[in-house]
């Protein structure tokens, strides 16, 4: 079955410098790469996903690529604020479902000093 | 916007008890999803329902079961609650049709005791 894996699980940046994360999967059928961010005691949300035939996405100050050959995809976020500081996960959708189901990655912890 | 509502914000249980963990979702959403989130580990799907009465294991099915009745709500059993099912649950709805989101309740943190 499909496998996501995330990094880094943590990640420190100064306030208005850049963050990267990156994963790989391993289903090569995948197709949908969705991004969600969960603040501490919230519920995960959807801030930007991705889909095969696309190979760059961008919204404001966040950007995900995608490299289908590589299997990998990442998340940008430029000109980082407080506000960005929370736990990042990405995901996979597998190709043979038809389900929306989707592997997520482990996670990672963004913090942004002032 | 999307709703989806879960029971229970904190549940407090013993071992051996039966448990219910109830999700509503208000969108007409064909897809349902019971995950559990643990340090470290992400979010790992126990199961999933793309219809009604219609259910599918996930990757940690183990010691849970489903029901789904209704289109709009979806229930997560723990047949007998153990102390490593101590965690936070979290469900989540999509529309049909593959590659859609999903949407997310608050969760329930639930511990076994």
């Known amino acids: 079955g499909e496998n996501v894996e995330q990094h880094p699980s943590t990640l420190s940046v100064q306030e208005g410098d850049s963050a990267v994360i990156k994963c790989t999967y391993s289903?090569?059928?995948?197709?949908?790469f969705p991004w969600y961010k969960q603040e501490l005691g919230k519920r995960p949300q959807l801030i930007i996903d991705i889909r095969s035939n696309v190979g760059e996405k961008k919204d404001q100050r966040i950007a995900v690529t995608l490299n289908k050959t590589a299997k990998h995809f990442s998340l940008h976020i430029t000109e980082t604020q407080p506000e960005d500081s929370a736990v990042y996960f990405c995901?996979?959708?597998?190709?043979?479902?038809?389900?929306?189901?989707?592997?997520f990655g482990s996670g990672t912890r963004l913090s942004i000093r002032p | 916007d999307v709703k989806v509502t879960q029971s229970s914000r904190y549940l407090v249980k013993r071992t051996g008890e039966k448990v219910f963990l109830e999700c509503v979702q208000d969108?007409?959403?064909?897809?349902m999803f019971w995950y559990r989130q643990d340090p470290g580990l992400g979010l790992r799907l126990i199961y999933f329902?793309?219809?009604?009465?219609?259910?599918e294991k996930g990757d940690i099915p183990e010691g849970y079961s489903v029901s789904r009745e209704k289109k709009e709500r979806f229930s997560l059993i723990l047949e007998s609650a153990s102390t490593n099912q101590t965690s936070m649950y979290l469900c989540?709805?999509?529309?049909?049709?593959?590659?859609?989101?999903?949407?997310f309740g608050d969760g329930t943190r639930l511990s076994i005791l």
């Open positions: 289903d090569s059928a995948s197709n949908y």
């Open positions: 989540a709805s999509s529309p049909g049709g593959g590659r859609q989101p999903q949407h």
């Open positions: 969108m007409d959403h064909e897809n």
């Open positions: 329902s793309y219809d009604v009465k219609m259910k």
């Open positions: 995901a996979a959708s597998p190709g043979d479902s038809s389900a929306s189901k989707i592997i």
